[in-house]
Each structure stands twice: as C-alpha cells, then as structure tokens.
C-alpha cells in the first residue's frame, strides 16, 4: 500500500500547556470538539476520541513539548495505524503547533488532511479565542 505523510503548522493563541492539555485531557478535547473521547494519560495509554470514531496509544508524551501516537480511525483499513506527532513551540501569539502523520495510505490522503483543518485545528483556534 502507498502511503504518505502529513505535515502542517498551526498557531494557536495559547501558552504551550494548554495547547498540550487541549490535545490530552479527555474533558478539554471533548469541550473543542462537541464529542466523547477518552485517554489514560501515559506511555502505553489508550486513548479515543470523536466518539470512538479514532482510537489508539500514547507512544511519547514529553510535557507541554511533544506528543507521539500511534493513531487509527474506523475509516482506515483494519489494523491500520499511522503515528501522530504533535509538537508545540512558543510563538509571539501563543504556541506554534507542529504536526506530522505518517503512513497515511494515499486513498485517504486528502480527506485527512482536510480533516485535521476542519475537526482539530479550527475548533481549537475557536476555542481559545473564548477561553
């Protein structure tokens, strides 16, 4: 199977920690994203979101610096996984968010990465323009 990686960078009007918590803490992210998710927050954790929709583990989790997942959704083929990498450095208007997926099989290449515009990136840009 093809696959290919997505990178974008964000910027986002929040000190780094609340960036890092809005990705993590089940409560914060079901609050941007209007629907159940859950993680145990560790090395090795489960975690879901979208109302199951996405699932997966928690691989690094350097605080307030970098999260690495291994990541999947009902969408993708069963047992499929790509690895997630957020990370977040401080800029002059809050934190500057870099995020990569790999193994993105190529059929889903373009709905991803409109997804991560649509589902995360603007619901956190509105969410901290209200916090």
């Avoid at 999947?72 to 997926?101: A, N, R, S, Y």
Wanted: glycine share 6%; aromatic share 14%.
């Amino acid at each position: 199977m093809e696959t290919k990686t997505i990178q974008q960078k964000i910027i986002l009007g929040a000190p780094r920690h609340k960036v890092y918590e809005a990705i993590l803490d089940p409560k914060i992210h079901a609050e941007f994203t209007q629907a159940k998710a859950e993680n145990d927050i560790k090395v090795g954790g489960k975690f879901s979101a979208y109302d199951g929709f996405i699932s997966g583990t928690n691989l690094e989790l350097k605080k307030d610096e970098k999260i690495v997942q291994r990541w999947t959704t009902t969408d993708l083929p069963k047992g499929h996984f790509t690895e997630v990498i957020f990370e977040f450095k401080d800029h002059d208007k809050g934190t500057e968010l870099l995020f990569t997926q790999t193994n993105v099989p190529d059929k889903y290449y373009k709905s991803l990465v409109q997804g991560w515009k649509d589902f995360y990136w603007k619901p956190l840009k509105s969410f901290f323009a209200f916090v």
